[in-house]
Nanobody, 115 residues
Framework: QVQFVQSGGGLVQPGGSLRLSCAAS????????MRWYRQLPGKERELVAS???????NYTDSVKDRFIISRDNVRSTLYLQMNSLKPEDTAVYYC?????????WGRGTQVTVSS
């Protein structure tokens, strides 16, 4: 059974940093592209960043030069380093992958950027 355990969210002041983690199990992690999404209440889930099995990265424009997606295939863990955080980054963040013909999601972690 594919499972993701997320950690690392919380409250941070504007300009601060947080690192999100997503530990995977039940999947050969190194073979799969991984993604971070975020969602505000009443809005659709937005793709924030993605990383392929060979570490190619993509970011949505609003987080380029501030967020860094990475992966540790030994620990089967996905990361999102978030720097220079802004109030508009406030959302629930989800890790995700597509495997076995379907999408798998973490439970989400709240990130709140506020003074």
């Amino acid at each position: 059974q594919v499972q993701f355990v997320q950690s690392g969210g919380g409250l941070v002041q504007p300009g601060g940093s947080l690192r999100l983690s997503c530990a995977a199990s039940g999947i050969n992690f190194r073979l799969y592209a991984m993604r971070w999404y975020r969602q505000l209440p009443g809005k659709e889930r937005e793709l924030v960043a993605s990383i392929t099995s060979d570490h190619a990265r993509n970011y949505t424009d609003s987080v380029k030069d501030r967020f860094i997606i990475s992966r540790d295939n030994v620990r089967s863990t996905l990361y999102l380093q978030m720097n220079s955080l802004k109030p508009e980054d406030t959302a629930v963040y989800y890790c995700s992958t597509r495997a076995y013909g379907r999408e798998f999601w973490g439970r989400g972690t709240q990130v709140t950027v506020s003074s």
